[in-house]
């Protein structure tokens, strides 16, 4: 399949990142696409895959060397988020969850007990984690939380749910969200927690070799519930959790009490960064392939790509690929530098996930009849952008975000809701 470049590059990336990126697609040609036809139909998980994603250290690039990580830099995944993306969704998703949601608040947030313990399984790819917070009743309304933990003596029990949890049946260990009591001016003071459980696909995970660690204390009363089937990400696993007395030790409270709202906000940014990315590079597949079927497709003697309407249309389709690039990246080194970054990451994940779901639809069109079929992977881009809308905040939430920046805060529930 034709590769794009992008001046854009030079700007950003050291020959570090573009060797990574390198090994990236070269796995995703030999590796996924011969599978991904084939896992989307099945809604089956690519635990093979999983596997090898763990061997060449792509769960763990961002994070230091002592943790079990590549010691390499936010760019550095987001730049695996984008090129895993572009041939399979659902392995970029499943990476990037682990990295951005699971890692990511453990090792900002952590004691250093708690990163040896959990975030170097997760680093190494030895286990999945997942992310807890959106429940039946708190989506956009992160406020609307209503798993609760109430403190037992040397202990806490933990009461709810928590649904659309991407890496939520396969994984082991959780960062989770409930509500610890009310603050002085009335508001629920939130809190975050680590819990574990065993993988739902143990004899899978026993086979490849990864995804189940033996020696973790598993959360007593914590399971998954329903796995959902879904328009798109259909390799990818999104479940229920069930809390029923969960009883979490005092020592995997996550942060410090009450900062849970606070720290998870702070999480959603560098997951916003990574679904950009991911976003970013759903946009760019489409695009290759359209390239490769318009150069291949002959109309009135003539390739498509020669038609002066389609040539347009590609220039303005790669002109919004390159503008994006930019935010994304941006985002990223920012990100990078411990630089605030909330307004960079929402305008990103806005931008490319809108322009995700316009370039696969253009992808579709420019495929004709075909690209209504199977036959060709851009259906399956399509269905897989249209998630980008909605999850790490809506495309209202992202709005919203942004206009505060710009106009300054508006006091309203949803305006709270979204901090």
Not at 159 to 165: H, R
């Amino acid at each position: 399949m034709i590769e794009l470049t992008s001046s854009v590059d030079d700007r950003y990336l050291t020959d570090e990142h573009r060797m990574l990126r390198a090994m990236v697609r070269e796995f995703a040609e030999n590796e996924i696409v011969p599978i991904a036809q084939e896992i989307d139909e099945q809604a089956r998980f690519p635990w093979e895959n999983v596997a090898k994603m763990a061997e060449l250290g792509l769960f763990g690039v961002p994070w230091p060397e002592e943790y079990g990580g590549a010691g390499m830099d936010t760019l550095a995944s987001t730049l695996v988020s984008e090129e895993l993306a572009k041939f399979c969704p659902s392995h970029s998703i499943t990476v990037g969850a682990n990295i951005t949601l699971a890692a990511s608040p453990i090792y900002e947030f952590g004691t250093e007990e708690q990163k040896q313990k959990y975030l170097t399984k997760l680093a190494r790819g030895e286990v999945l984690g997942a992310f807890g917070l959106t429940e039946p009743d708190a989506g956009s309304d992160a406020q609307g939380t209503k798993t609760r933990a109430e403190e037992k003596d040397d202990h806490w029990v933990l009461n709810g749910s928590k649904i659309f949890i991407t890496n939520g049946g396969v994984g082991e260990i959780f960062v989770v969200t409930a509500v610890t009591g009310e603050l002085p001016d009335g508001s629920k003071e939130i809190s975050s927690f680590i819990l574990t459980k065993p993988t739902r696909d143990l004899e899978e995970a026993k086979a490849v070799g990864v995804g189940h660690a033996g020696d973790l204390d598993y959360t007593p009363g914590f399971r998954h519930g329903k796995k959902e089937d879904k328009l798109g990400w259909r390799a990818s696993d999104t479940t229920e959790l069930v809390f029923e007395d969960s009883v979490v030790p005092m020592e995997n409270m996550l942060g410090q009490r009450g900062h849970g709202f606070k720290n998870f906000m702070r999480t959603l940014d560098g997951g916003r960064v990574s679904m950009a990315a991911h976003l970013l590079g759903i946009a760019e597949g489409a695009l290759e392939q359209t390239i490769k079927f318009t150069r291949e497709r002959m109309q009135f003697n003539t390739r498509i790509c020669d038609f002066q309407a389609i040539r347009f249309e590609l220039a303005d389709w790669w002109t919004r690929i390159e503008a994006a690039k930019h935010l994304v990246y941006h985002a990223a080194m920012l990100r990078q530098a411990g630089e605030l970054h909330s307004k960079e990451a929402a305008m990103a994940k806005l931008y490319c996930s809108e322009l995700a779901a316009w370039a696969t639809t253009k992808a579709v069109q420019f495929h004709g009849a075909y690209g209504y079929t199977t036959e060709y992977p851009v259906e399956r881009l399509m269905r897989d952008a249209k998630i980008g809308e909605i999850g790490e905040g809506t495309s209202e939430i992202q709005r919203i975000v942004i206009a505060r920046h710009l106009l300054g805060p508006e006091q309203s529930p949803v305006e709270e809701g979204a901090r």
